[in-house]
């Protein structure tokens, strides 16, 4: 099934097959490359094989040879780009080829980035969220610069996804390293990692530095509600939230030298939300935390600032020294 990209044409649609590079326009020739003028596709998606995985395919190389040619296309320097075929490559290396079989397609960037996303999406069998992730981003970008008005719809019904599905693991891309890897091992699912990934960075390492603490710990999408709408938090929110103790929120080896201990520990202090309302000039405002936030979203900062120590006594710093005049309207 190729993709629909909704253009101007009598039929309504354009065929993907125009894009990929597979009419008779496209320039296609198979030939054999010299391995040293291959050079890799920087930053694709893809990681490479297991070094068991990869033993396995440089075994088949030499016994049966490469049964599925490579594709590039032109680079500088009389060199090829790879864009399908890292992994072959890598193995035709180790195995003591000289030359490796390829197909060159003279496409542009758009279209070279379809090639490698399709080429790996419907090859490869065992793919990480995260691969799958960036492969739909990049094809999401091409389509739409190749002048798609439904890229997502167009990847959706090319791989037989919902286009929610779709929709998810592009917006996981957002994710910070510590999160997707969590995604990556089913720590998180589909779902609560792509409501994660609206958070701002800070409260997302927030999560990662909570749930690394324990490796059994988990969300509920009650949980997993409740800080996708808090927005900005610290990992003690995060452990009222779940409903633990200060015991709860140690690590098991943590846990076991705290139970050593007989001190009783502290009742937690919780910070009610103000009576009165507190009026700042936006231009003050802006000085501290910049101008890209909206009103109810600094409003929520602040509501999160006002129940940590540490900021206040920042603040209080800064207006003891002149940096803010500290003045309420």
Known sequence: MGFN???????????????????????????EIPINL??????????????????????????NGLLS????SPANGGKYRIIAGHNRVEACRRAGFTAVPSIVKDVDENRAKLIMADTNLCQRTELLPSERAFAYKAQQEALTALGSRRATKNIAEKYGEAKRTIQRYIACTR?????????????????????????PNSSQEE???????????KFTVEQSNTLAD????????????????????????????????????????TVKKPSKQITLRRKEVTQLIGDELSNEEIS??????????????????????GKTDGSNA
């Open 207 to 217: 999560i990662a530095a909570y749930l690394s603490r324990d490796p059994e710990r």
């Open 175 to 199: 994710l910070v390293p510590e999160l997707m890897e969590m995604l990556d091992s089913g720590r998180l699912t589909l779902a609560t990692a792509c409501q994660f990934s609206a958070l």
């Open 230 to 269: 808090l927005k900005f938090f610290s990992e003690s929110d995060i452990t009222e939230i779940c409903g633990e103790n200060t015991t709860a929120a140690e690590s098991p080896a943590e846990r076991s030298e705290s139970a050593k201990s007989s001190a009783p520990a502290e009742p937690k202090q």
């Open 5 to 31: 990209l909704g253009a101007s044409n009598n039929t309504g649609k354009l065929n993907m097959n125009d894009f990929l590079g597979d009419e008779p326009a496209v320039q296609n020739d198979e030939k």
């Open 300 to 321: 929520e900062y602040f509501y999160f600032c006002l129940q940590r120590r540490d900021i206040l006594e920042e603040w209080h710093k800064m207006y003891t020294e």
């Open 38 to 63: 291959l050079v890799p596709w920087e930053n694709q998606p893809f990681k490479m094989y297991s070094d068991f995985k990869m033993n396995e395919l440089v075994e088949s190389i030499r016994e």
């Open 69 to 72: 040619r490579i594709i590039v």
